[in-house]
């Protein structure tokens, strides 16, 4: 029996991955009286008297509403908000199991941006964090900017942001065993969507060096027409020697590969152009180019998204820690530094004596790393004066 066999046996089995458990027992009648009424009108007092209360009397501030569309589901695409429930379920049991972060899973049943924003910033007072997850590019980049504008609490669209902060981190560590030099990389994206364009922006920010996106057309460059308006904003600041072609002509001279895209569209002889390349194939289930072919042409490190091979790169390291952070110092939202700080200390989990063209990141569920990362999450939170409080409420 495989995987998927063995995964519906299982979803059969549980009829759902999580549930909602008391944090108190209700036995007798005082019990009722001081969890319901009358007694619970106090700390509703409190809360209509001092809203930041809320994230104190009730669980909001340990709760993050993970909400799709269902519109980028994995890798199965548009398969509707219903069907991506198991994937929000499981997202929710991440949050719990590795940063003790409650999650509630909210499937919207609409394409409309409109009544999607509407619905998201409705419904924001009963969480202290939304995680967008599996909307489509480009409508995902205008429902994060308005949710934000909208909403007191952290919004974070982690197949953007999640996923570009593990690419950093996992970046920075290549880089050391290469012996490549920070800001004189040159690098290739490959997918130019939500994923490929907050890599793109978080590695600008952070100047690993010149970057090049592609898409199916081949290379972006400024004056292209039929981008996206995040592309045509980032085709001003990347690919600064105005390179044109298809993909095997990006990575020609590359230092980095990173592919968001599609499988199989990387061969050995690409990879062999290259300028001792590190390989980061991501596409799911089947990356754009399997380890032994990349290294076969010559690659260096090579990582990709899945756990049966050395270097995973997943996003699973990142989106608890974030959050866990933010609630805990009821940050009221996740900044630009904020998701540098988190590469750079989950790089920092890989010891001098570990760090290895086979080992650049901690393995996906090692301790720790949840706890790594809120810690200089919060930290930046409070530095930057966007915090409630200043003193976790989380155990870190």
């Given at each position: 029996?495989?995987?998927?066999?063995?995964?519906?046996?299982?979803?059969?089995?549980?009829?759902?991955?999580?549930?909602?458990?008391?944090?108190?027992?209700?036995?007798?009648?005082?019990?009722?009286?001081?969890?319901?009424?009358?007694?619970?009108?106090?700390?509703?007092?409190?809360?209509?008297?001092?809203?930041?209360?809320?994230?104190?009397?009730?669980?909001?501030?340990?709760?993050?509403?993970?909400?799709?569309?269902?519109?980028?589901?994995?890798?199965?695409?548009?398969?509707?908000?219903?069907?991506?429930?198991?994937?929000?379920?499981?997202?929710?049991?991440?949050?719990?199991?590795?940063?003790?972060?409650?999650?509630?899973?909210?499937?919207?049943?609409?394409?409309?941006?409109?009544?999607?924003?509407?619905?998201?910033?409705?419904?924001?007072?009963?969480?202290?964090?939304?995680?967008?997850?599996?909307?489509?590019?480009?409508?995902?980049?205008?429902?994060?900017?308005?949710?934000?504008?909208?909403?007191?609490?952290?919004?974070?669209?982690?197949?953007?942001?999640?996923?570009?902060?593990?690419?950093?981190?996992?970046?920075?560590?290549?880089?050391?065993?290469?012996?490549?030099?920070?800001?004189?990389?040159?690098?290739?994206?490959?997918?130019?969507?939500?994923?490929?364009?907050?890599?793109?922006?978080?590695?600008?920010?952070?100047?690993?060096?010149?970057?090049?996106?592609?898409?199916?057309?081949?290379?972006?460059?400024?004056?292209?027409?039929?981008?996206?308006?995040?592309?045509?904003?980032?085709?001003?600041?990347?690919?600064?020697?105005?390179?044109?072609g298809i993909l095997a002509d990006a990575m020609k001279?590359?230092?980095?590969?990173?592919?968001?895209?599609?499988?199989?569209?990387?061969?050995?002889?690409?990879v062999s152009t290259m300028n001792r390349g590190i390989?980061?194939?991501?596409?799911?289930?089947?990356?754009?180019?399997?380890?032994?072919?990349?290294?076969?042409?010559?690659?260096?490190?090579?990582?990709?998204?899945?756990?049966?091979?050395?270097?995973?790169?997943?996003?699973?390291?990142?989106?608890?820690?974030?959050?866990?952070?933010?609630?805990?110092?009821?940050?009221?939202?996740?900044?630009?530094?904020?998701?540098?700080?988190?590469?750079?200390?989950?790089?920092?989990?890989?010891?001098?004596?570990?760090?290895?063209?086979?080992?650049?990141?901690?393995?996906?569920?090692?301790?720790?790393?949840?706890?790594?990362?809120?810690?200089?999450?919060?930290?930046?939170?409070?530095?930057?004066?966007?915090?409630?409080?200043?003193?976790?409420?989380?155990?870190?």
């Open positions: 029996m495989n995987i998927n066999q063995q995964s519906l046996q299982l979803h059969e089995k549980l009829h759902g991955k999580i549930e909602v458990v008391s944090r108190c027992a209700l036995r007798s009648k005082e019990d009722l009286s001081l969890l319901y009424t009358p007694g619970v009108a106090r700390p509703c007092r409190e809360i209509a008297e001092d809203y930041d209360k809320s994230f104190q009397l009730t669980r909001r501030g340990n709760m993050v509403a993970v909400i799709t569309d269902g519109s980028a589901v994995l890798g199965l695409g548009d398969i509707g908000p219903a069907a991506g429930m198991p994937v929000m379920e499981g997202k929710c049991i991440l949050f719990k199991e590795l940063a003790d972060v409650d999650a509630f899973p909210i499937c919207i049943d609409t394409k409309d941006t409109d009544k999607l924003v509407e619905t998201i910033a409705l419904i924001s007072k009963s969480f202290g964090g939304i995680n967008l997850e599996d909307i489509a590019a480009p409508r995902c980049f205008e429902i994060e900017r308005r949710l934000k504008e909208r909403c007191d609490i952290p919004v974070f669209h982690d197949d953007q942001h999640g996923t570009a902060i593990v690419v950093a981190a996992a970046l920075l560590n290549a880089i050391k065993v290469t012996g490549k030099k920070m800001g004189t990389l040159k690098i290739v994206i490959n997918g130019a969507g939500a994923a490929g364009s907050a890599i793109a922006n978080l590695l600008l920010g952070m100047k690993f060096g010149n970057v090049v996106l592609c898409d199916r057309q081949g290379i972006i460059c400024r004056g292209d027409t039929n981008l996206t308006p995040e592309q045509e904003r980032l085709s001003w600041v990347t690919n600064l020697d105005c390179e044109k001279g590359a230092d980095v590969f990173i592919g968001v895209s599609r499988p199989n569209l990387v061969t050995a002889e690409m390989i980061f194939a991501l596409a799911n289930p089947e990356p754009e180019i399997m380890p032994d072919e990349a290294l076969k042409g010559g690659a260096i490190v090579v990582g990709t998204g899945r756990s049966d091979f050395q270097n995973q790169i997943n996003n699973v390291m990142v989106f608890p820690g974030i959050f866990k952070g933010v609630l805990s110092v009821q940050a009221k939202e996740i900044t630009e530094s904020m998701k540098q700080k988190a590469a750079y200390a989950l790089a920092e989990l890989v010891s001098e004596d570990r760090l290895s063209a086979e080992c650049i990141l901690p393995s996906a569920l090692e301790p720790g790393i949840a706890n790594a990362v809120a810690k200089v999450v919060a930290e930046e939170a409070i530095a930057q004066g966007i915090a409630r409080i200043k003193q976790p409420h989380i155990s870190m």
